[in-house]
Nanobody
Framework: QVHLVESGGGLVQAGDSLRLSCAAS????????MGWFRQAPGKEREFVAH????????YYDNSVKGRFTISRDNAKNTVYLQMNSLKPEDTAVYYC?????????????????WGQGTQVTVSS
């Protein structure tokens, strides 16, 4: 069982940066790949970024590639999402997730555990 808690969200202006953190407790954090998803009002939850259990590989949705960076510190049981050059369309609740179920890391079904989410609001 892995318990995830996100933090670091807030209200920023377009062009600003934020770093989200996701702290994990429980057994086996380093055995899981980690992902970030987001859900804007009235929209479905969508994939943002994924990092393998070792941190050796990262994958991004095209909408954030070049602006967002996912990383992890297995010694601290924490995964991060550095968000630069934020845009109003990045406004959403951001969720971290832990999983290892199959090949499709960009889908919710891959992940077994989810955090409660943290709000990111980007004003224009």
């Amino acid at each position: 069982q892995v318990h995830l808690v996100e933090s670091g969200g807030g209200l920023v202006q377009a062009g600003d940066s934020l770093r989200l953190s996701c702290a994990a407790s429980g057994r086996g954090f380093s055995n899981y790949a980690m992902g970030w998803f987001r859900q804007a009002p009235g929209k479905e939850r969508e994939f943002v970024a994924h990092i393998t259990w070792s941190g050796s590989s990262q994958y991004y949705d095209n909408s954030v590639k070049g602006r967002f960076t996912i990383s992890r510190d297995n010694a601290k049981n924490t995964v991060y999402l550095q968000m630069n050059s934020l845009k109003p369309e990045d406004t959403a609740v951001y969720y971290c997730a832990a999983g290892r179920s199959g090949p499709y890391y960009e889908t919710s079904d891959y992940y077994n555990y989810w955090g409660q989410g943290t709000q990111v609001t980007v004003s224009s």
